[in-house]
Each structure stands twice: as C-alpha cells, then as structure tokens.
C-alpha cells in the first residue's frame, strides 16, 4: 500500500463538527497504538509496510495542529522524524506548527533545515522565503526567492515571472510591521 500524506486535506472538512473531530482523535490514536505495536492498522489482518506508520503520525500532528493542541501535535512530528529523519514534510509540518503556536523565529529555522534537505525544491525554498518575510527578515527572504529567478543577480527580484505575487504582499506587510512606510508602499 502507499503511504497517503494528503489524507488529512480530505477529511480536513469534518472538523465542523465536534463528534466527528472525536472521532478523528480516537481513531488516529487507536492506528497509532495498532501500528506500533503489530504493524496493522486496527481492525485489519494485514501487515503495514514501516511508512503507514509514518504517515499516520504525520496526520496525527497535523489533527493536533488543527485543534490547537501544539505540544502534542509537536511531540507527534518528532516521533515521525525520529523514525523517517530524512522525510521533508515532518520538518515543514513542525515548521507550521510553530507558525501556527505563534513561534515564528524557530517556524523560520526549521523551514531553512527542511529547504536545506532538498536544495532543488522550489516550494520548499518559497515556504521558507514566506517564513522569513513573516519574521520581518525581508533580505534574507529576498535572497532564498532570488535562488529561483532568472537573473538571480538583480537586486529587484522578477515576482511575476516566479509567479509569486504573495511575495511582494508580504514584504508589504513586513514593511508595515517594521513601519517603514516608503519601502510598504513600493511592494504594494
């Protein structure tokens, strides 16, 4: 079987109703157990290859970071990468869960190692451009988006051609934040 990391997108839609995210936990919580302890997901004979389990802990945090439950959604990613430690996504998810708790110095950090771990991966490297620019590091944003343009050597970075238009909102936005009002009105 493969593994299906887009899983929690499509249930993603149940979480309107309070029954159904009980449901969600328990049943991610009872493969879990199932999964580590006899390699099947609960209710099933069949033995699992090691990524079912991988991805389950993925979907798990991924509930957890839905919830708002962030220590358990963080302690859920690491048990995924202490098993996979060369799987991207866990690191990009942990990233977005200390976006979404608020941490946006080490949802930075752990966005450059996860970039770092697939140099040629474009949406890798915009996640961790947007990352920055969240954190008010413009410049340092603008050269990982410069890494992908054509003329990487401009200083004005060709957003249209990247199609990344949420780029110069962003650094928009930073601006606002930082209350450089002149550089604001340029990226708008």
Not at 87 to 95: N, P
Request: proline fraction near 2%; aromatic fraction near 10%.
């Amino acid at each position: 079987r493969k593994g299906a990391p887009s899983l929690y997108s499509d249930i993603k839609g149940l979480y309107k109703s309070p029954q159904k995210e009980v449901q969600i936990r328990e049943l991610l919580e009872g493969h879990l157990k199932s999964l580590k302890e006899n390699d099947q997901f609960k209710g099933v004979e069949e033995k699992e290859a090691p990524t079912s389990y991988v991805w389950t802990l993925y979907v798990a945090s991924q509930h957890y970071k839905h919830i708002g439950q962030f220590e358990k959604a963080l302690e859920y990613v690491q048990l995924g990468i202490d098993h996979t430690p060369t799987l991207v996504e866990l690191y990009a998810l942990k990233a977005q869960i200390y976006r979404k708790a608020g941490d946006f110095v080490n949802a930075a950090e752990l966005n450059d190692g996860a970039r770092e771990m697939d140099l040629a991966d474009r949406y890798l490297n915009a996640k961790a451009a947007k990352f920055r620019v969240l954190n008010d590091q413009v410049l340092e944003s603008e050269a990982l988006m410069g890494m992908f343009s054509r003329d990487s050597l401009s200083a004005d970075l060709n957003v249209h051609e990247l199609q990344c238009i949420w780029y110069e909102t962003e650094c928009a936005l930073s601006y606002m934040r930082q209350k450089n009002w002149g550089m604001a009105l340029k990226n708008l």
